[in-house]
């Protein structure tokens, strides 16, 4: 994870994402492999922010990314519903041979880079395998929403990106919709009461307005079929 940095997100009583600190926000697509399961990350254009904008958190904005108010007129309930543990209170543990997978299901975004194979689940049973190993730390690491964290064991180093505080947002075109902020590089969100998350170097913030588990993304853009209208 990079080092701790001046970049914040400061989320406003049932309205946007208040972000401050530059942070560069690119589009985020996810494609898939040749058997259809979500494989790699491809960044697209960037959207010109400055130094302080606000993003759209109900998702009715009509200047998608960014909050045009709507959320005053629509009556937009963003009540914070998350847990405010540490992911690693949150998480179970998957012991494989050398690694141990975090599992925080509340978490998950539904983005699917899990699935390969024979989904991470099964395939961490089987880690000391040829290419299985390099399969299990591909899908842990491109989740985007840090549902998952692979640590090697027994040093308990976690596998992670090197990413720059930066926010993806996300497409994804497998399933003709557009998907949460995919925040990167520690970025510090704080709740609407002034307290904070865990900062960790990936995360996903629901921006589709429908998620069960805000401030989080719990895959229900993909149902509500949530377009932004940014990913061509
Ligand atoms: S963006 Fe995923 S639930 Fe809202």
Same mark, same amino acid.
């Given at each position: 994870m990079s080092e701790t940095n001046s970049a914040k997100i400061v989320i406003a009583p049932n309205g946007p994402y208040l972000v401050s600190g530059a942070l560069p926000v690119t589009l985020e697509t996810i494609v898939p492999n040749d058997t259809g399961n979500s494989w790699e990350w491809q960044t697209g254009r960037a959207i010109e922010a400055g130094e302080r904008y606000a993003l759209c +958190?109900?998702?009715?904005?009509?200047k998608k990314p960014f909050c045009d108010g709507t959320h005053a007129r629509n009556g937009?309930?963003? !009540?914070e519903t998350a847990s405010r543990a540490p992911f690693a209170e949150q998480a179970v543990s998957i012991d494989g041979p050398g690694m141990v997978l975090q599992d925080a299901d509340a978490l998950c975004g539904f983005a699917r880079f899990c699935d390969a194979g024979d989904t991470i689940w099964k395939s961490i049973e089987r880690a000391d395998e040829a290419g299985v190993r390099e399969l299990v730390i591909r899908e842990a690491t491109h989740c @985007? $929403? *840090? +549902?998952l964290v692979l640590r090697d064991? @027994? $040093? *308990? !180093?976690a596998y992670e990106p090197d990413f720059a505080p930066s926010i993806g947002l996300v497409e994804d075109p497998a399933k003709n919709c557009s998907g949460p902020l995919?925040? +990167?590089?520690g970025v510090a969100v704080y709740s609407a009461d002034g307290s904070t998350y865990e900062a960790r170097n990936r995360v996903t913030l629901c921006r589709c307005g429908k998620s069960s588990n805000k401030p989080f993304c719990d895959g229900s853009h993909v149902e509500a079929a949530f377009v932004d209208g940014l990913g061509g």
């Open positions: +958190r109900c998702g009715a904005s009509d937009f309930d963003g !009540t @985007p $929403s *840090g +549902r064991a @027994p $040093s *308990g !180093t995919y925040v +990167r590089g």
